[in-house]
């Protein structure tokens, strides 16, 4: 079992930054690829950035590339995801997933564990 909780999110202008941690307790975080997923209101849950278990390859969703980045301190159990320029079409709920796997994967479905989520709002 991991638990994973979320924190940095909150209300924001267009243009601004926000910093997301999530921090995980359980097994051992280094095992887990992470991922970083959004759900808007009205829409379905779309993966944002996408981390292999030792940092080393990461991946973005086209609307997020060159804005966003992802990273993670395993000695600290910890993920991150750095928003900078935000839009207003980043508002959603912001969740952190874990999958028992050496890589990332993009589907919601193929991760294991998830946080309770955070909410981002940029304002325009």
């Known amino acids: 079992q991991v638990q994973l909780v979320e924190s940095g999110g909150g209300l924001v202008q267009a243009g601004g930054s926000l910093r997301l941690s999530c921090a995980a307790s359980?097994?051992?975080?280094?095992?887990?690829?992470m991922g970083w997923f959004r759900q808007a209101p009205g829409k379905e849950r779309e993966i944002v950035a996408g981390?292999?278990?030792?940092?080393?390859?990461?991946y973005y969703v086209d609307s997020v590339k060159g804005r966003f980045t992802i990273s993670r301190d395993n000695a600290k159990n910890t993920v991150y995801l750095q928003m900078n320029s935000l839009k207003p079409e980043d508002t959603a709920v912001y969740y952190c997933?874990?999958?028992?796997?050496?890589?990332?994967?993009?589907?919601?479905?193929?991760?294991?564990?998830w946080g309770q989520g955070t909410q981002v709002t940029v304002s325009s």
């Open positions: 359980g097994r051992t975080f280094s095992r887990y690829a």
């Open positions: 997933a874990a999958r028992d796997s050496i890589r990332y994967a993009v589907r919601s479905n193929d991760y294991d564990y």
């Open positions: 981390i292999d278990r030792s940092g080393g390859d990461t």
